[in-house]
């Protein structure tokens, strides 16, 4: 089969820093992709947990068509319908208290801001993170970042000194980290980078009962776990903890590029005017295509739909009889299969089979599908998760590779003569 041309211009001119797929995804809807060649995939990716409504969902794209036809950007210094309905909108559904929103485009500028918004809120520079956390990759949000990987090829540029890195789910090393020099903790209520390991409850109350204790901000990263994905419409919810402030990015636009960092009346008040911003932070596109979004996972109880069929999909994955996994576990629709070996020559073999999932540490194989998965469809994911499980023999197919790439060398050492 011939290399798609499309495929050939993105490798040509990409910067390289994404290890690309061999398949040109050119349309969605729902939860099904479909490549150039019309062959269709069950997305279990979604933008690494994007579209939780579902691809092309209607009511977002005539939002995004009507408001592209009216205003496209408009800096935030100057009030506009779409983002004052979307901010009233949003602090409906946001814990109680966090009534205040610095708006921006992604989940890592989201970060930035609320390191910003801790400091000027506190008066304070230290944080406290956790092992295994991601935070981002801007050299700010780098710091909160764990996985030495993603900060050593930038060195000393990445400045973590004031970040004390704690064992998730240890409250002892949290107690002991928190000080009065601390402007916040910032955790996630799942770690999906980290192998979707969600937090235990008295550890997250553990967090909210020492950081005021002690003066500090308790920050919420629910870039991922946010918008229904868990079960709730926001992870902290299973809790019963009010964090001070929470990061939002990737489902709250349906797909279009978005990021806020909620926060308290008492964080925001704290921050000098022109102290931080954003070009194109609240532009009305992204404001009507959030406000779609926010009122169809509302309409259509996809909260509901993601802890129902989330608690089915994780049945079905335990019940699948296979000596390579070690454990399954999530929360809502984030969920995360560990084996005992390496998963990419799964993830692999499910794309082969019409399946995309994402790696989740080089152990665990992610599943984000839209909430908006039917049961069938699922049924067709673990079905087909079963079979890749039986039938890949990743030492095999080393063995293979080594093989032919032995042949290659001696066919190579073959062919020269001696002079």
Avoid at 74 to 100: C, I, M, W, Y
Avoid at 183 to 194: N, T
Avoid at 389 to 417: M, S, Y
Wanted: overall charge neutral; charged content about 25%; some cysteine.
């Amino acid at each position: 089969m011939t290399q798609s041309r499309w495929l050939d211009a993105e490798l040509r001119h990409d910067s390289g820093v994404f290890n690309k797929h061999g398949v040109v995804i050119t349309r969605g809807q729902g939860a099904t992709l479909w490549d150039e060649r019309g062959k269709a995939y069950i997305d279990c990716v979604v933008g690494a947990g994007v579209a939780n409504v579902g691809h092309a969902h209607p009511e977002v794209v005539k939002a995004i068509q009507e408001q592209a036809a009216t205003l496209t950007v408009l800096a935030q210094t100057l009030p506009n319908d779409k983002r004052a309905e979307f901010l009233t909108e949003l602090t409906r559904v946001l814990p109680t208290g966090l009534d205040r929103v610095f708006l921006c485009n992604s989940g890592t500028e989201a970060m930035e801001a609320a390191r910003k918004f801790a400091i000027t809120g506190t008066g304070r520079s230290r944080f406290v993170a956790a092992k295994r956390g991601f935070a981002g990759r801007s050299l700010g949000a780098l710091a909160f970042t764990w996985e030495p990987k993603y900060r050593e090829p930038f060195g000393d540029a990445v400045d973590n000194r004031h970040v004390d890195f704690i064992t998730y789910g240890n409250a002892e090393e949290l107690r002991a980290a928190v000080t009065d020099e601390t402007a916040a903790v910032i955790l996630e209520v799942v770690q999906g980078e980290g192998g979707v390991r969600p937090a235990t409850l008295e550890f997250i109350q553990e967090a909210r009962r020492v950081t005021q204790e002690r003066g500090a901000l308790l920050i919420i990263d629910e870039i991922q776990t946010g918008f229904g994905r868990t079960g709730k419409m926001f992870g902290v919810e299973h809790y019963g903890v009010i964090p001070d402030g929470m990061t939002l990015a990737k489902a709250m636009a349906g797909g279009v590029p978005v990021g806020a960092f909620a926060m308290t009346a008492a964080v925001a008040d704290r921050m000098p005017a022109g102290g931080h911003g954003s070009t194109f932070g609240g532009n009305p596109l992204a404001m009507a295509a959030g406000l779609a979004t926010l009122r169809v996972l509302k309409r259509e109880n996809l909260a509901d739909q993601a802890r129902e069929k989330g608690a089915y999909m994780m049945e079905k994955l335990r019940a699948i009889q296979s000596p390579k996994i070690r454990e399954v576990r999530g929360l809502g629709l984030m969920i995360g299969v560990e084996l005992k070996e390496k998963s990419a020559p799964y993830i692999t073999a499910l794309e082969d089979a019409g399946v995309l999932t994402l790696a989740a540490t080089p152990l665990v194989v992610r599943f984000l599908p839209p909430l908006v998965i039917t049961h069938e469809q699922i049924d067709q994911v673990v079905a087909a998760f079963e079979r890749v499980l039986r039938d890949v023999n990743p030492r095999a197919e080393r063995q293979a590779e080594l093989a032919r790439a032995q042949g290659g060398a001696q066919g190579a050492a073959g062919d020269v003569q001696p002079g």
